[in-house]
């Protein structure tokens, strides 16, 4: 429709080369996600909005200090209305991963478990972080240094005499 267009002419010409081309993208996108009129493209302005603001706030909170991608909005869109997770569950793991060397990959790691384990509140993301936790602790304490897993011979004062070590006796 022409507010329609009237909206995509306003996004087109926010950008550095506009052109018709990238007119006929945005209205195509507009068409795809089933925003046809300008109700419907505000309503879808918002939420990409809101999408990009978490996105940010995600990025902050696990201490990076950029914006995010565009893949990476993309996804937390993907979390947020696909699989309808809260904002505070993303931010809380924003939070956890801000110690990871990769924090995004430690994001999307933990939220991909919680997705899988039907995590959905932030006590039981909470609860479910304490388990991973306790589970690593038990298995490294119960890992033992290859060094020391090699198998152990024991010889017999014969077989040392015959290799030519002389055990004494004091």
Do not use: C
Not at 107 to 122: D, M, N, P, Q, S
């Amino acid at each position: 429709t022409e507010s329609a267009i009237n909206e995509a002419l306003s996004a087109m010409t926010a950008s550095m080369s506009p052109s018709f081309k990238y007119l006929d993208a945005i209205l195509e996108s507009y068409r795809m996600r089933g925003a046809l009129n300008e109700e419907d493209i505000n309503a879808l302005q918002k939420r990409e909005d809101a999408i990009r603001e978490l996105a940010r706030l995600m990025l902050e909170r696990a201490k990076l200090k950029r914006p995010p991608t565009r893949a990476q909005r993309d996804e937390v869109g993907r979390w947020r209305e696909q699989w309808h997770m809260d904002a505070e569950l993303l931010l809380f793991a924003a939070e956890r991963a801000a110690e990871s060397s990769q924090p995004f990959l430690e994001i999307r790691r933990l939220i991909e478990a919680w997705h899988e384990e039907g995590v959905a509140t932030l006590d039981a993301a909470r609860s479910h972080v304490e388990d991973m936790t306790a589970a690593k602790q038990r298995a490294k304490g119960a890992k033992r240094s290859r060094s020391l897993a090699y198998g152990q011979r024991k010889y017999t004062e014969a077989e040392l005499n015959d290799i030519g070590i002389k055990l004494y006796d004091d």
